[in-house]
């Protein structure tokens, strides 16, 4: 099994406005992330380098010198009908959602969009890449992605995945030796 990274983009404009899924661009410490991202990765003898099809983390692995691959199945979550709004526009302009869907964030599908379950059916490709890459693998990608790549991998329940705190600006890494797993999280500083 794989050497593993995992790191969501950098932070986006989106993120500052607190706006849900969308396709914009990088902020100036999102920049700033994509550059020292590049720069740890390259140090690092690397097979494979995926990303979303979205510019936040094609622009966030630009940096990295190993050739990439854009895989829609990275793609975050699709929020449908509420897609590009806050989580305050939700609540305010679709109570029944924002309600539904804190009762089994896990099962819940957006209407015209996704379910955090129907990533894990999204994603089947991406765990076969995985399973068969012998070295390292680099994934950046979008928050609800990670926790459902990250949940399987280190077996947590589904309906806690929804819930696993990926932060921005931060690689996860995974070694994978015979079923055991050595995590570390390194955090670094944007400012």
Known sequence: MPLIYLSRHG???YNTEKRIGGNSELTLNGQHYSSILGKY????????VLTSELIRTINT???IKYQ???MKELNEI???ICEN??????KNMYPEIYTERKKNKYYYRYPEGESYNDLLIRLKYVF???NNTKTTIVIVAHQAILRIIYGELMNISKLEQPYISIPLHTIIQLNINNEHINEKKIKF???
């Open 11 to 13: 932070e986006s404009e």
């Open 41 to 48: 990765i390259n140090n690092i003898s690397v097979e494979t």
């Open 61 to 63: 692995a630009k940096h």
């Open 68 to 70: 990439k691959r854009t």
């Open 78 to 80: 699709n929020a449908g």
């Open 85 to 90: 709004l806050t989580y305050a526009d939700v």
């Open 128 to 130: 076969d890449i995985i």
């Open 189 to 191: 500083n944007v400012q």
